[in-house]
């Protein structure tokens, strides 16, 4: 039995979590910070410092032989670079080469933090035992990996299975990405919320103007809530069955935030999935909520390295 442990970070635009993981998955040590989204790259990259220096103070840091970084995206696992989205702090970012100054000179590995969920559920979770899988996480953004031919699939650059930027609306909203209509436009939580909020949702007492309180505004019933997870859902169903049309995957595994929403979410994603995955090999894609929780980003990172695949628990990483 190996007993190596790798470093993980997760890098989103609400947290910058980071972890020592074992070669079951375990979580020994984490340590966590708030993104400072508005701030200047170097602020961003400071947090992820303190991050690490949290870790490393722990002795079984002295156990650690690799490093896994899961981010949103898009990342460039070529360059070592990282550009995401909802972090504009950070663009072309060498945030690669900036980790392995701080922690010693270990071996990095970069994917998209969709890459890194989708390594996470075929490891430990809902994908496990499936070949062909879509993994995705729908939250503050919408990412995605890809399980294919029995091994995780991120791509040249890490990005690969990215579904958040398929466009599903072609004359829709313009998405910070540069894009219009995309699926993250429509179905992310904070996006759920704006058009819940326009179309005239409004908040409890409590003022929660978040997803999950339209998702709870959705399962007592409201008109407005019911249909903005309708239209998230149909997004959603529309990226997907793209998706399979083009790499036959035949299970997707939801989680993120959003996902916690339930059948308010899983209902009407399954009965639009019958309108857009017409086609014979695309329909019987099953849909199934995430098992691995909110550590799926960083036990994902960490099974992006090989950790785990060294003892024939999980699959290798294609190409």
Request: negative net charge.
């Amino acid at each position: 039995m190996h007993t190596d442990h790798v470093a993980a970070l997760d890098i989103g635009g609400t947290k910058i979590a980071g972890a020592l993981v074992d070669g079951k998955g375990g979580i020994l040590v984490r340590a966590q910070r708030p993104t400072p989204v508005t701030d200047s790259g170097e602020r961003i990259m400071g947090a992820v410092e303190e991050v690490f220096r949290e870790l490393m103070a722990d002795p079984l840091w002295g156990r650690a032989t690799a490093v896994g970084i899961g981010s949103a995206g898009p990342v460039d696992a070529t360059a070592g670079t990282v550009s995401p989205v909802n972090v504009p702090g950070w663009r072309g970012f060498p945030l690669v080469e900036r980790v392995r100054a701080v922690v010693g000179g270990l071996p990095v590995t970069l994917v998209g933090d969709g890459v890194a969920i989708a390594a996470a559920e075929h490891w430990q979770g809902a994908a496990r035992g499936h070949d062909n899988a879509l993994c995705m996480v729908v939250s503050t953004g919408v990412g995605g990996g890809l399980i294919l031919g029995g091994a995780l699939h991120p791509g040249p650059s890490g990005n690969a299975g990215h579904i958040g930027h398929i466009s599903v609306d072609l004359d829709g909203d313009l998405c910070p990405c540069g894009c219009r209509g995309c699926v993250e436009r429509i179905a992310s939580g904070p996006n759920i919320a704006r058009w819940a909020l326009g179309a005239g949702w409004r908040p409890g007492p409590d003022g929660d103007a978040t997803a999950a309180a339209v998702a709870a505004a959705a399962a007592d019933g409201h008109p407005v809530a019911i249909a903005a997870f309708e239209r998230a859902a149909q997004a959603l169903a529309a990226g997907i069955a793209a998706t399979a049309t083009l790499v036959e995957i035949d299970i997707v595994v939801i989680g993120g935030g959003v996902g916690k929403a339930g059948e308010v979410l899983f209902g009407p994603l399954r009965r639009s999935l019958r309108d857009y995955a017409t086609l014979s090999f695309v329909q019987g894609i099953q849909i199934v909520p995430a098992m691995t929780g909110t550590d799926a980003g960083l036990v994902g990172a960490a099974a992006a390295t090989g950790l785990g695949s060294r003892d024939g628990d999980t699959a290798a990483v294609g190409g």
